[in-house]
């Protein structure tokens, strides 16, 4: 009897794993509206000068502990790109001016 329950669990753990992002990382790069292409790594005064502004940006500060027991504070810069109801929609994230992320999610409005 309980090792049903138990398998149902783990099922649903398991999915809420796998499945519990609404993006999917890319190749590494982001082809901008305007047709530029930038990368993982690129700066951010890069990504403006290559790209067109951004559908949104949110600014944010983070710390985050170090093994070493230290602290480091890293500056978060994340850039949407909402290209229409027939294209997927683009998230870049940036830490401390550099471009560290690049996701895609759904079709945007």
Do not use: H, Q
């Not at 502004?53 to 070493?68: D, M, N």
Request: proline share 6%; with cysteine; charged share 20%.
């Amino acid at each position: 009897m309980k090792r049903p329950l138990l398998a149902a669990g783990l099922a649903v753990i398991c999915t809420f794993l796998l499945c519990g992002s609404a993006s999917a990382p890319t190749s590494g790069t982001f082809r901008c509206p305007n047709g530029a292409i930038v990368s993982i790594n690129d700066k951010l005064a890069t990504v403006i000068l290559k790209c067109d502004p951004p559908t949104t940006v949110v600014r944010r500060t983070v710390t985050r502990g170090l093994l070493s027991g230290y602290f480091e504070t890293i500056e978060i810069e994340e850039w949407t790109y909402n290209l229409g109801p027939s294209r997927f929609m683009y998230y870049l994230t940036f830490e401390n001016g550099e471009l560290a992320r690049i996701e895609s999610g759904g079709y945007g409005d």
